[in-house]
């Protein structure tokens, strides 16, 4: 497995503005992704972030929203823009080990709480 | 349109006893299935997982079994522990890699 941290755990901002959350994982991995969970919904995919290049967008998530940068194999960071409070949800990042072909496990960062005011 | 589906919001069961989610898919693509436990204020710890090509797998305590014809798929845990008390995702994915999840069951184990 990898050990994947977050920051910050959780926040409270106010709307219009926008947050960077940070994700920083124990080694070089292949595929980082972000999902978000809002309340009582299941984990949804907000992109794929890439190494070297643009992430992926999920269908209903755009750049300009929720930009991804993923400078190399261990860090990636998700902006929540212009935040409303329709953003308030849990934001995960996850990893898919190098490697493993079987079941391809993700493996979840801790999450971060975001509350929109 | 939900391609995986986890109809019981929760489930309740005696310390000992047998707990059985259960998981619904609609996407005949996926190429295999995973569940995972979720405590508050955790992100979600993955458990198990099955490849379409097998109808059963087993780790302990916990079992998968995948009836593809009807696409479904259920977690077993025995015995149940207080412990095992959490929300419980039911998830798919194919060849990109990709997961979709289900809304989670929430497992309520009574000493």
């Known amino acids: 497995s990898a050990v994947i941290s977050q920051k910050p755990s959780r926040d409270i901002c106010q709307r219009g503005t926008s947050l960077t959350i940070q994700c920083q994982v124990d080694?070089?991995?292949?595929?980082m992704f972000w999902y978000r969970q809002q309340p009582g919904q299941s984990l949804t995919l907000i992109a794929t972030?890439?190494?070297?290049?643009?992430?992926?967008?999920e269908s209903g998530f755009v750049i300009d929203k929720f930009p991804i940068s993923r400078p190399n194999l261990t860090f990636s960071t998700l902006t929540v823009s212009n935040m409303s409070p329709e953003d308030s949800s849990i934001y995960l990042c996850?990893?898919?080990?190098?490697?493993?072909?079987?079941?391809?496990?993700?493996?979840f960062g801790p999450g971060t709480r975001l509350t929109v005011l | 349109d939900q391609q995986v589906k986890q109809n019981s919001p929760s489930l309740s069961v005696q310390e000992g006893r047998i707990s059985i989610l259960n998981c619904d898919y609609t996407?005949?693509?996926?190429?295999?299935f995973l569940w995972y436990k979720k405590y508050p204020a955790e992100g979600p710890t993955f458990l198990i997982s099955?490849?379409?090509?097998?109808d059963k797998n087993e780790d302990g305590r916990f079992t998968v079994f995948l009836n593809k014809s009807a696409k479904h798929l259920s977690l077993h845990i025995v015995p149940s522990q207080p412990g095992d008390s959490a929300v419980y995702f039911c998830?798919?994915?194919?060849?990109?890699?990709?997961?979709?999840f289900g809304k989670g069951t929430l497992l309520t184990v009574n000493p």
């Open positions: 996850s990893v898919d080990i190098y490697g493993r072909v079987l079941g391809n496990e993700q493996f």
């Open positions: 080694s070089q991995v292949t595929m």
């Open positions: 972030a890439n190494q070297g290049s643009e992430a992926t967008y």
């Open positions: 996407n005949s693509m996926f190429d295999y």
């Open positions: 099955i490849s379409s090509i097998k």
């Open positions: 998830a798919a994915g194919g060849s990109n890699y990709k997961l979709t």
